[in-house]
C-alpha cells in the first residue's frame, strides 16, 4: 500500500474527516453541470466526495507523489489529473466552458490563487474550499470593517463571499499552527467595474499599503503631495472604512487627477 506523507514544502496538511470533506464537496451540490477543477487534490479526501456528488471533475496536482496515488485510486479520473502548478495553468485549454473551482488550498499560497481565480472572472462561477481561518476572514469582511483588505477589495467587486464554518486544526495530519475555514465565492452579475481596473487595484494596494493612515496620506505616493482632490470629504476615510463603489469613486477621481496632469503611475 502506497503511503503519501504530506510535504512541508508543499504546505500540506491532510484532512482526516471525512464529515468535513463531505461538506465542501457539497458547497459545490448546486453546480454539478459544469466542470469541476480540483487544486491539490493530494490523496483524493476531498475528490471521492466530489466524485460521488455527480461532477465532471479534473484535477491539479504538483506533488507527483500524490498524482501517482490518485492515479491508481481514481481510475474514473483516467487523462484529467494533470500534474501541474495551479497558478502556472490555463483552465482555458481544459473547458471552454464556465466552470468550478474546488480544494483544501495551500495556505501559504491562498491568496495567489484567489488572484488567479480573478483572471478567470469571466469563465469560473463558483469558487469554494478550505483555508486559513484569518485569511477567509479578511476576503469574506463587509466593506468597511476592521477585516477589509486588499484582498475583499479586489475580490467582493465579482464574487459574492461566504464564510461557511470554521475547522478545527486537530482534523489535519500534521495539525497546522492555526484555525481553518470554509468558503464559497460566487460570481455576481457585475459585468464591468465601472472604471480602469488596472488603476483600480493600483488604488486598492496603495491605500491599504498605509492602512492606519487616511486616503489623504497612503495615496500621496500615487497622485502626489499636492492632488487638489485631497479636499473632497472621501480622503478624510482610512481604507478600510470605504466600500466598494467608494474605492470605484476614489478610482475614478485618481484617474481623472492622473490625466489632468499626465502623470503615469507605476502600474
Known sequence: MTIIRPKKSLGQHFLKDLGIAQRIAETLSAYRGLPVLEVGAGTGV???FLLDEGHDLSVAEIDMASVNYLTQHFPALSGRIYAEDFLKMKPERLYDTKFCVIGNYPYYIASQIFFKILEYKDRVVCCSGMIQKEVAERLSAA???RNSGILSALIQPWYEVEYLFTVSEKVFDPPPK???AVIRMTRNSRTELGCDETLYKQ????????RRKTLRNSMKPLLGNDCPYFSLPIFDK????????????LTLIAGKYLEETEIKPEL
Not at 488604488?203 to 498605509?210: I, M
Not at 482610512?238 to 474605492?247: C, D, H, T, V
Request: glycine share 4%; no cysteine; charged share 30%.
Open 238 to 249: 482610512r481604507p478600510e472604512q470605504l466600500s466598494i463603489e467608494q474605492f470605484i469613486e
Open 178 to 180: 492555526v484555525k481553518s
Open 203 to 210: 488604488v486598492v494596494k496603495t491605500s491599504f499599503n498605509r
Open 46 to 48: 476531498l475528490t471521492r
Open 143 to 145: 466593506p468597511g470593517s
